[in-house]
């Protein structure tokens, strides 16, 4: 008899030893909500580290006053400070203009990427939340 109880602690004790290292296999998640005080020809970058799985990233934005376009880039497409300003919209995996705005970009597994905000139309707050989509 006890040497049924220790098996059964034994085989609970593994399961959930399997449980746990199992359970941090996926992509880490992400929650980033940022607000920043631009002006006219500023910018700013949040950079997203790699993850080893694809992701569904969702971008949400609002500008106080006028509009700003935020867009999402792989990292090397958008590379240091002149990267914010002058990477080209076209290299974007997505990219949105407005006063508000909301969007979704599929990022392939172990990309490294960077969210880029410029081209305010006036001095502005502009807040910005990045979540991933499980």
Do not use: W
Request: charged fraction near 30%; glycine fraction near 8%; include cysteine.
């Amino acid at each position: 008899m006890k040497a049924v109880v220790h098996l059964r602690l034994l085989l609970a004790m593994v399961l959930m030893t399997g449980t746990v290292l199992l359970g941090g296999c996926g992509p880490a998640r992400l929650n980033v909500d940022k607000k920043y005080t631009m002006d006219v020809g500023d910018g700013r970058a949040i950079d997203l580290e790699a993850q080893k799985k694809p992701q569904k990233v969702k971008v949400e934005f609002s500008v106080s006053d006028g509009e700003a376009r935020v867009l999402v880039f792989r990292a090397e497409d958008a590379q240091g400070e002149e990267g914010i300003l002058e990477a080209p919209a076209s290299k974007a995996l997505g990219s949105q203009r407005g006063s508000t705005g909301s969007f979704t970009v599929d990022l392939p597994p172990d990309t490294k990427a960077r969210i880029v905000i410029r081209d305010l139309t006036k001095k502005a707050d502009v807040t910005i939340k990045v979540t991933n989509q499980q």
